[in-house]
């Protein structure tokens, strides 16, 4: 039993890390042109960017990271803020369980 939870917590915490790194990174260019047509369902995204026009970029626009590629949405749609909205509740999912998981921090006076 116990075994399984520390499973459990190691591929939570893995995943966790995955997300971050996701996220934080930058695609290695501009999103240029919006995609059009339907977004990839909220199970294959891993995470997303954002892209101002404040950065080297001339266009808004949310990157979503999918396995093996990026998919640049509008952002003012409201399916790219369902999207978004999804992967941000994931995350705070996954960081739930994962606090939940963690031992109590415990400390022993002396």
């Known amino acids: 039993m116990t075994s399984n939870k520390v499973c459990l917590l190691a591929a939570l915490c893995s995943l966790t890390i995955l997300f971050t790194c996701i996220s934080s990174t930058q695609s290695a ?10 977004l990839p369902p909220c199970s294959r995204v891993l995470g997303y960017t954002i892209q101002t026009i404040k950065t080297t970029c001339d266009l808004n626009a949310i990157i979503f990271h999918v396995p093996g590629a990026f998919v640049c949405a ?3 749609r409201r399916l790219t803020q369902m999207r978004m909205k999804c992967v941000d509740d994931k995350r705070r999912v996954i960081t739930k369980i994962i606090n939940e998981q963690a031992p109590a921090n415990t400390t022993s006076s002396a």
């Open 74 to 76: 509008d952002p003012s």
């Open 29 to 38: 260019s501009c999103c240029m042109r919006y995609r059009r047509g339907r």
